[in-house]
């Protein structure tokens, strides 16, 4: 899926819950095309090129955090939900987000982490899930990327998350074989459980 096209869909449900608090929330999970995306107010820095010359496309968007890298074999999840209808606490959210990939890895029988001071999960000394999300009147954006099966050569032209000294990590490190299609599966209920969720194809 191309990342603008999901941009897109995204901002159409956002407006359609800010003018109607209880329309549908929508909740994707994805695989993009490579791709960069850097949120608002990063520091370019963290880009290992001249922005003008990125050797892929190159999305300045409006979630926070820094730059991170988009590719298949990596599921991301993206959440407009009206946080209205549950609570308004930015901070709350990010550790439901947390918690929903930590519960994934546990029924994958891997031990998900928190970080110290950091957003997203890590496996043993190793980030495996990211989060950046962007809110608008209570009404969220953007959400989590999950290593499954990647290729991290994308990575080496920046400095994920501005971390200079993070250690990435996927799920086929530790379970061998693994694939997107065998994740998916486990995020769609974690997810539902998580944010009381019913699910309505559209």
Known sequence: MPFETAWIWQKKFQESLIEKPFSPQAVWFLEHFPCYTIGRGSNTKNLL????????PLFMIDRGGEVTHHMPGQI???????????KK?????????????????????IEGKRGDGLTGVWCEDKKVGSIGIGCKRWVTQHGFSLNVDCDFIGFEKIIPCGLS?????????????????DVKPLLRESVQKRFKLKWENI
Do not use: H, M, T
């Open 76 to 86: 991301v999840g993206y959440l407009v939900l009206n946080l209205g209808l549950y």
């Open 49 to 56: 090129f001249e922005e003008n010359k990125s050797p892929i």
């Open 89 to 109: 606490d930015l901070f709350w959210y990010l550790r439901e987000l947390e918690q929903a990939l930590i519960d994934v890895l546990d029924l994958l029988g």
């Open 165 to 181: 000294k993070v250690k990435l990590g996927k799920l086929s490190d530790l379970i061998p074989g693994i694939k997107v299609c």
